[in-house]
């Protein structure tokens, strides 16, 4: 599972502690990375300079159709694509100037997976080989244990959408999968105040474990599984 030498990867979101953990994993497995991030590169550059491999690093909004089109040109044709991005707010929704806040996680969530895909796939429809992993989540399931309502309703949006680009990829060999992770010990989630007594494990998943099953996903071992959601959980929930 971990020998993707010559693979072309991209990874959306690679500034953050979950996208950090899949460069370096995937840079271990032999691949060749393209990192993008809404970051400035040289943040990106920063959070991962640990990991070899780098062939490009890009400023990438990727709510933003136009710049994940310039990029996607400038990257050409790749093997895998990863998207680690995203954001959780935890705001009221009650409050009046929720909108804005509920537009922001739809544009980042969700239209930037659709973005990322639409830029990337035809490619490896053209190549008959691709990997395509999304980023759901636990509340995309369960309504989440302390997540607003935009966010749950971005979440279970990505797990309809892992399923209807499936039907688009899955006949040209282009296998496209979702995680769906409980709780993150990230820079996001620090002062959650989570009851891990409600944890089966008694502790929340690290970015490393969402990491490998991301990395199993894009392997060519998982070639036959394609518009599936694998549950990273610990067991908090199960379908």
């Known amino acids: 599972m971990g020998n993707l030498h010559g693979h072309r990867i991209v990874i959306a979101g690679a500034a953050g502690d979950i996208g950090q953990h899949v460069s370096a994993l995937f840079s271990d497995s032999g691949a060749t990375l393209h990192l993008l991030d809404i970051q400035d590169e040289a943040i990106t550059r920063e959070a991962n300079a640990a990991v070899p491999q780098i062939a490009s690093i890009h400023c990438c909004d990727t709510s933003r159709r136009s710049e994940v089109e310039r990029v996607a040109d400038r990257i050409g044709t790749v093997d895998v694509l990863i998207d680690a991005t995203g954001i959780w707010p935890r705001d009221d929704w009650m409050a009046p100037d929720w909108d804005a806040a509920f537009d922001r996680v739809i544009d980042i969530n969700v239209r930037g997976p659709i973005n990322l895909v639409r830029a990337f796939l035809p490619r490896m429809v053209a190549q008959r080989y ?105 067991a908090v929930h199960m379908r």
């Open 130 to 234: 691709g990997r395509i992993v999304l980023c759901g989540s636990i509340a995309g399931w369960t309504g989440g244990l302390i997540s607003s309502p935009h966010y749950v309703a971005a979440k279970g949006g990505i797990h309809a959408l892992v399923r209807w680009f499936a039907q688009l990829g899955t006949p040209h060999n282009v296998c496209v999968n979702g995680v769906a992770p409980g709780p993150v010990s990230t820079r996001m989630t620090h002062d959650a105040a989570y009851d891990l007594s409600k944890f089966p494990l008694g502790r929340i998943a690290t970015p490393q474990e969402v990491a490998h099953a991301m990395l199993f996903l894009s392997s060519p071992q998982a070639g036959y599984i394609s518009g599936t959601i694998v549950d990273v959980n610990g």
